[in-house]
């Protein structure tokens, strides 16, 4: 059984930063994907960072391009999403998830419908 679980989400300050952890469990890790995403009150999920756990490529969309960073412990079979700079704006429940046709990542890497398993998500909250 595929499961996804995040952690390491809260409230922090604007300015601050956060580290998210996605530990993996079910799949053979170093053959997939994983992708961040986040969803805010009222608005569509959208993909934010992704990477091919096979050759460690990355993605970002542009607007946390520069202030995020994914990464991977594929010992760990654990993916990271490193915040920094956090804006009001990032307030959001976030989740990771995992995708197995890595040979089309390059088309679909931040699309939530090419994805097919999800954590639960966690709450991230940038306030003063």
């Known amino acids: 059984e595929v499961q996804l679980v995040e952690s390491g989400g809260g409230l922090v300050q604007p300015g601050g930063s956060l580290r998210l952890s996605c530990a993996a469990s079910g799949f053979t890790f170093d053959d997939y994907a994983v992708g961040w995403f986040r969803q805010a009150p009222g608005k569509e999920r959208e993909g934010l960072s992704s990477i091919n756990l096979r050759d460690g490529k990355t993605y970002y969309t542009g607007s946390v391009k520069g202030r995020f960073t994914i990464s991977s412990d594929n010992a760990k079979s654990t993916v990271y999403l490193q915040m920094n700079s956090l804006k009001p704006e990032d307030t959001a429940v976030y989740y990771c998830?995992?995708?197995?046709?890595?040979?089309?990542?390059?088309?679909?890497?931040?699309?939530?419908?090419?994805?097919?398993?999800w954590g639960q998500g966690i709450q991230v909250t940038v306030s003063s």
């Open positions: 998830a995992s995708a197995g046709d890595i040979r089309s990542m390059g088309s679909y890497a931040l699309g939530v419908s090419w994805y097919d398993y």
